[in-house]
């Protein structure tokens, strides 16, 4: 019998092939984009998510931290995550936007835990976590069970919400690998209420950014703040390159591991070498519904 964690690897390999530019970020006109998409959607990240679920992995973004430090006072259970949590924070905090009371989308929430941080310190008054990984929003029922917090199986290109429902749309180094930029960002505009904002943030290689600000600047949102975070995202993977790598270890069959070590970016590898050489960028953006 075949081995199925023999042909994950062969698939995963395959989908790296055709993504020169990095294990995750996708979205250069050269690359085979859809079966990129296709394999991630319905094979990668529903695999990762049943694999994490027993070591109880609540983040998937990588790690955020400034010179000096962001030095959130964080309970005794976040604290494991603190790196992570950094990330979330500074992208929801972003040109003083306040949460509180606000109805809140997230946008490819992953396993919930940036999701559940910010519903339990800026109280808004509704947060829905939206994310096209089934296993991924199982995962989050589950785990996160809070007042105001759902999640739901959607599309970010077809988002199944009604016009103008939101107050704030939260999304978190995730647009990489959407097929469609600009339909995303018409389908957030759709969604913000007049005066909504959507805080956002994201990484591209250099032969991408061009093509990544004309997506911006073709959007109906208008940029009300921005920030080239490359330094604050290293420090944060090489502060969280200890647990990631015994994460790998931990929830990854042998065979996989060499790949899992690329996903988490691991110091040394080649997504870790190109933020740190300038070939890849990680930026914040804040933009409002006018």
């Known amino acids: 019998m075949a081995d199925p964690n023999s042909n994950l690897a062969d698939a995963a390999r395959d989908a790296l092939k055709h993504n020169p ?5 996708v979205g250069s006109r050269g690359l085979n984009v859809p079966f990129v998409r296709k394999l991630s959607r319905k094979y990668f990240y529903p695999f990762i998510s049943r694999r994490l679920e027993a070591d109880d992995v609540t ?3 990588w790690g955020y931290e400034e010179d000096p430090p962001v030095g959130l006072s ?50 808004p008054a509704s947060y829905t976590g939206l994310d096209f990984n089934p296993d991924g929003i199982a995962y989050c029922k589950k785990r996160h069970v809070l007042p105001g917090l759902d999640f739901v199986h959607g599309d970010a290109e077809n988002l199944p919400f009604a016009d103008a429902s939101f107050d704030a749309v939260v999304n978190v180094e995730a647009s990489h690998v959407y097929l469609d930029f600009s339909r995303f960002m018409d389908e957030v505009y759709r969604v913000l209420r007049p005066g909504g904002r959507m805080l956002y943030t994201d990484m591209r290689s250099r032969d991408q950014i061009a093509e990544w600000e004309q997506g911006i600047a073709d959007a109906k949102l208008r940029v009300i703040d921005q920030r080239v975070i490359d330094a604050e995202v290293l420090r944060g993977l090489d502060l969280t390159a200890d647990v990631n790598l015994e994460t790998v270890t931990n929830a990854l069959p042998a065979l996989l591991r060499p790949i899992g070590r690329q996903i988490v970016v691991s110091p040394g590898s080649r997504l870790y070498r190109q933020l740190a050489d300038g070939d890849i960028s990680y930026r914040l953006y804040c933009f409002s519904k006018d």
């Open 59 to 61: 983040f998937l973004n």
């Open 74 to 123: 964080l309970s005794k259970a976040d604290e494991p995550n603190r790196y992570h949590i950094n990330l979330y924070h500074r992208t929801a905090t972003q040109a003083g936007t306040d949460l509180a009371g606000k109805d809140v989308l997230e946008i490819s929430c992953g396993h919930g835990g940036g999701a559940s941080y910010l519903t339990r310190t800026f109280k």
């Open 21 to 25: 530019v990095g294990q995750r970020v």
